[in-house]
Each structure stands twice: as C-alpha cells, then as structure tokens.
T-cell receptor
Framework: GAVVSQHPSRVICKSGTSVKIECRSLDFQATTMFWYRQFPKQSLMLMATSNEGSKATYEQGVEKDKFLINHASLTLSTLTVTSAHPEDSSFYIC????????????FGPGTRLLVL | DQQVKQNSPSLSVQEGRISILNCDYTNSMFDYFLWYKKYPAEGPTFLISISSIKDKNEDGRFTVFLNKSAKHLSLHIVPSQPGDSAVYFCAAGGYQKVTFGTGTKLQVIP
C-alpha cells in the first residue's frame, strides 16, 4: 500500500512553545489529507481536513488558530500546535486520501506530543 | 454523539478459529464502511471496505458483512493467526469525512 510518513515521531516541549508536525505522502500525490487526534483508549477524532492549495476545514470544537494546518504541496501537510499546553498532549495522526479510491486513507505512524 | 460504536473493547480467540469483530452505527447516510488494523505506536492500516449498496465483501481471510436494516457490520477473520493480534477500528462515512469507532483489541492465542 501507499506510504505516509510523519515527523517527528515523538516530541516533548515546554508549555507555551509551538510544535510543527509534518505529514508526507511518499509515493503518491495527495490532494486531501486529514489530521486526527487520539486520546488513550479512545477513537481517532478528526480534527481537520486539509486540501492542497486551500484552507483547511476544521471540525466543530477544534480551534483553528491553535492548530494551524498548511497543505502547500501535493505531498506535504503540516500541523502546528501553537502555544502548546499540557492538555494538548496527545497522539496526533495524519492520513492521506488514496487518489484512486476516495474511501480509503493511508495513515502515518503518528506523533506523540508531550507538553510539560 | 457516538455515531460508530464498537461495544467490545477486547476479544481473545484461539489460533485457527474464527474472529468476529462487531460494529454498530447510527447514521443511515453513510456511503462506505471500512476496517482498519492498528499496532501499538503505529498508524492504522487499511484492511477492507464495503459499499453501502453491498452486504458482503471478501478479501482472503477477511470478510466484512453489512446489515443495513440493523445498522450493523462485522469483520470475520478465518483462520485467525497470532499476527492478527492488534486493535481493529471500524469506520464509516462518505467523501467528506470518516468517523471511527473506539476499537476492539484482538488477541489471537497460539
């Protein structure tokens, strides 16, 4: 299957700092990428849909000024957690939509964020 | 509002036997249903999907059944193998968005 990479895999930062997470589709062009957040023993919660060349669409309750999403190319989307606080500590996972099968997403390995 | 529910958080099955994972949903407008498999510290990997216009889809050892009247789908794994041990998420949605269940942890005992 298609490969999606995510970097970094783990990050620890101080409260108040900003953290950028990169999501790359390595062997296909992804016009649509998704950002999810997963709390322990809970489901993947969709945060936003990222479309190349346009503004991201955020889910209800997700602060767009706090979680900045940029999808400047067909292979890269970034999520920046601005002024991170301990409650932002979570597992963040991106995915890219399969251009040939719209119902299928390929997921990155995830980024574990810990805010101290 | 949990639109996709997996009521069994865990399941243990003997190697070689059938594993049946269940999922219920509330939104009759979902176009597609999918199953993903997830290992610890990794992202989910796509396993199998089924369109809302079908009631069965099979791929090797994996079969997904859809019962629209009951708003229920299930994943059958036959025969189960130790490498199948993982968390399985069902998901449902359409072009704009997919909603995931909370997952069922499957353990296949050798």
């Amino acid at each position: 299957g298609a490969v999606v990479s995510q970097h970094p895999s783990r990050v620890i930062c101080k409260s108040g700092t900003s953290v950028k997470i990169e999501c790359r589709s390595l062997d296909f062009q992804a016009t649509t990428m998704f950002w999810y957040r997963q709390f322990p023993k809970q489901s993947l919660m969709l945060m936003a849909t990222s479309n190349e060349g346009s503004k991201a669409t955020y889910e209800q309750g997700v602060e767009k000024d706090k979680f900045l999403i940029n999808h400047a190319s067909l292979t890269l989307s970034t999520l920046t957690v601005t002024s991170a606080h301990p409650e932002d500590s979570s597992f963040y996972i991106c995915s890219a939509r399969d251009p040939a099968r719209w119902e299928t997403q390929y997921f990155g390995p995830g980024t574990r964020l810990l805010v101290l | 509002d949990q639109q996709v529910k997996q009521n069994s958080p865990s399941l243990s099955v003997q190697e070689g036997r059938i594993s049946i994972l269940n999922c219920d949903y509330t939104n009759s407008m979902f176009d597609y249903f999918l199953w993903y498999k997830k290992y610890p510290a990794e992202g989910p990997t796509f396993l199998i999907s089924i369109s809302s216009i079908k009631d069965k889809n099979e791929d090797g050892r994996f079969t997904v059944f859809l019962n629209k009247s009951a708003k229920h789908l299930s994943l059958h794994i036959v025969p189960s193998q130790p490498g199948d041990s993982a968390v399985y998420f069902c998901a449902a949605g359409g072009y704009q968005k997919v909603t995931f269940g909370t997952g069922t942890k499957l353990q296949v005992i050798p």
